[in-house]
C-alpha cells in the first residue's frame, strides 16, 4: 500500500485557517487522494478527494503540489466542530477490473480547535 | 446521518457466545466494507464486497464470518471471539470499489468481549 505522512497533532485558534499536511512521496500515476476525519466516537466521515487538480467543496479545499508527492487539506475557517481526526489516505487503483482498491488509514493528524 | 445504519450500537459478549453485527443502506450503493477500530490503533480494513461478491480479506481470523446477502445489506457473524477482539466495528459503503468512490460510514458497534 501507497504511503502516506502526517504530523501527529496540530493546533489551531477559532475562525483561522487550517492547513493539514500529508506527504506522499510514493504516490503512483492512478492513486487518489482521500482526506477523511473522524470526530470522538463516530465513524469517519468523508471529506474530500482529487487525482490531479485542487479541489474545493463546502467542507474544505484540498491542495494538491505539482510533482503529487504532497498535498494540503484547508479547513478555511476553523470551527469547535472541526476538531478531530483527519486522515490522508492514498487509494490505489486496482487495475481494470477494479480489484484491490483498498481504503488503508493510517495514524491522521489529531486537530485542536482553540476558542 | 450518513444512511449507513448499524446495529446494535453496543454489544457485549462471552467468549462462547454467537453474535451478529448488521449493517444497511439503502442509497444504491453496491460495495460495502467492515473495518475494526482498536483503541490507539488505526483503522484496520478486515472485508470488501463488491457487488456482493467478496472482493478483500485481509488476513482476518475465521471467528469473523462475513455474509453480504445483497448489496444493501452486510452481516459481520462473530463466533468463540477473544478479548483482544473488544473494538469499534466499523461497516461502510461506496457506489462501487472504485478508487474515485467516497466512502460513507456508520456510526459502529461497539463490541466488548468478556
Known amino acids: 500500500d501507497a504511503k502516506t505522512t502526517q504530523p501527529n497533532s496540530m493546533e489551531s485558534n477559532e475562525e483561522e485557517p487550517v492547513h493539514l499536511p500529508c506527504n506522499h512521496s510514493t504516490i503512483s500515476g492512478t492513486d487518489y487522494i482521500h482526506w477523511y476525519r473522524q470526530l470522538p466516537s463516530q465513524g469517519p466521515e468523508y471529506v474530500i478527494h482529487g487525482l490531479t487538480s485542487n479541489v474545493n467543496n463546502r467542507m474544505a479545499s484540498l491542495a494538491i503540489a505539482e510533482d503529487r508527492k504532497s498535498s494540503t487539506l484547508i479547513l478555511h475557517r476553523a470551527t469547535l466542530r472541526d476538531a478531530a481526526v483527519y486522515y490522508c489516505i492514498l487509494r490505489e487503483g486496482g487495475g481494470t477490473q477494479g480489484g484491490s482498491e483498498k481504503l488503508v488509514f493510517g495514524k491522521g493528524t489529531k486537530l485542536t480547535v482553540n476558542p | 446521518e450518513t444512511g449507513v445504519t448499524q446495529t446494535p450500537r453496543h454489544l457485549v459478549m462471552g467468549m462462547t457466545n454467537k453474535k451478529s453485527l448488521k449493517c444497511e443502506q439503502h442509497?444504491?450503493?453496491?460495495?460495502m466494507y467492515w473495518y475494526k477500530q482498536s483503541a490507539k490503533k488505526p483503522l484496520e480494513l478486515m472485508f470488501v464486497y463488491n457487488f456482493k461478491e467478496q472482493t478483500e480479506n485481509n488476513s482476518v481470523p475465521s471467528r469473523f464470518s462475513p455474509e453480504c446477502p445483497n448489496s444493501s445489506h452486510l452481516f459481520l457473524h462473530l463466533h468463540t471471539l477473544q478479548p483482544e477482539d473488544s473494538a469499534l466495528y466499523l461497516c461502510a459503503s461506496s457506489v462501487r470499489q472504485r478508487q474515485w468512490e467516497k466512502l460513507l460510514f456508520g456510526s459502529g458497534t461497539q463490541l466488548s468481549v468478556l
Open positions: 442509497l444504491g450503493h453496491n460495495a
